[in-house]
């Protein structure tokens, strides 16, 4: 299955959920969260991604040491949206600290989040944005694609359709590779059918 915006989302909110009911570990897509250790917002953000992913630890082109390297890459690399959906990357680096602050932002005005806060936190927690958390905010990154149908480029779209329709993929594979060998294929069929 590729990877979206939408599965990073539900695993940050799975780990959330699961330390809400006082559990501090959890394996989520081969990646092991430690969900009562606090300030490591950074970690859970790759983390996420790692295991939405399914790429090993530190293998995520973002990754960085706090939230404020790691807002320099996305700023550098990502798109910055202004306005978040669900499994956008929300940094709050306006401060005087020295590794700023960065999550998940899950819908509705919530962001998953590892904190040392002791009012939202402490740990891996699910939290409203607050007008506190709004003033800190530089920035809003999406990395990953909403939907599976959103990775396709536009050159692909038919070769794609052709190869579903066809069974050679049930479309949830979507690489780059794969959508280039998909237009191979698909052009070697329009050509042995006289058609391109």
Not at 9 to 15: G, K, L, R, T, V
Not at 129 to 135: C, H, W
Request: glycine share 10%; hydrophobic share 40%; with cysteine.
């Amino acid at each position: 299955m590729s990877a979206t915006k939408d599965l990073v989302a539900d695993i940050a909110e799975q780990a959330c959920a699961t330390h809400a009911v006082g559990v501090h570990t959890v394996a989520i897509g081969g990646v092991t969260f430690n969900l009562a250790e606090k300030g490591y917002c950074a970690r859970f953000v790759r983390q996420c991604h790692e295991a939405a992913m399914g790429i090993p630890a530190f293998a995520w082109k973002y990754c960085a040491a706090n939230a404020i390297e790691m807002e320099k890459n996305l700023r550098s690399m990502a798109n910055s949206v202004a306005s978040p959906q669900r499994g956008d990357i929300v940094c709050l680096n306006r401060v005087n600290g020295r590794y700023g602050h960065i999550g998940i932002y899950v819908g509705e005005g919530f962001v998953c989040e590892n904190t040392s806060s002791t009012v939202r936190g402490p740990g891996t927690v699910r939290s409203k944005i607050t007008q506190g958390m709004y003033s800190k905010l530089t920035g809003y990154y999406g990395v990953l694609p909403k939907m599976v149908v959103d990775m396709i480029q536009p050159w692909a779209k038919a070769a794609v359709n052709w190869a579903v329709k066809e069974g050679f993929t049930d479309g949830t594979d979507l690489s780059f590779d794969v959508q280039r060998m998909l237009v191979i294929l698909y052009r070697y069929d329009k050509s042995k059918q006289g058609k391109v």
